[in-house]
């Protein structure tokens, strides 16, 4: 299994910016990708951000873009979210997440346990 640690959440006013950090540990496992994404309250989760580990591509979702910036770094396991701009509409609990294989297993998603993300007026 996977186990994702998440940092960097807290209160920023808008137009301020925000790094969250997730790190992946465990036995034996194989990243392919991993990516961000958010619930607001009363809303269901949206996707964020996801980078591919090998060919580093990236994806955002259309009300993030040109704002945020995710990154990975393969050594460490790690991916990051560098927010920008900042808005009242980005509050929300941001989560990480990986899909991996775990010791020759099949493809599995992975979630962390989200890090609280509050933007002020």
């Known amino acids: 299994q996977v186990q994702l640690a998440e940092s960097g959440g807290g209160l920023v006013q808008a137009g301020g910016s925000m790094r969250l950090s997730c790190a992946a540990s465990g036995r034996a496992f194989s990243i392919y990708a991993m990516g961000w994404s958010r619930q607001a309250p009363g809303k269901e989760r949206e996707f964020v951000a996801i980078a591919t580990w090998s060919g580093g591509r990236v994806n955002y979702a259309d009300s993030v873009k040109g704002r945020f910036t995710i990154s990975r770094d393969n050594a460490k396991n790690t991916v990051y979210l560098q927010m920008n701009s900042l808005k009242p509409e980005d509050t929300a609990v941001y989560y990480c997440?990986?899909?991996?294989?775990?010791?020759?297993?099949?493809?599995?998603?992975?979630w962390g346990q989200g890090t609280q993300v509050t933007v002020s007026a």
């Open positions: 997440n990986t899909r991996a294989i775990v010791g020759g297993g099949p493809l599995t998603d992975y």
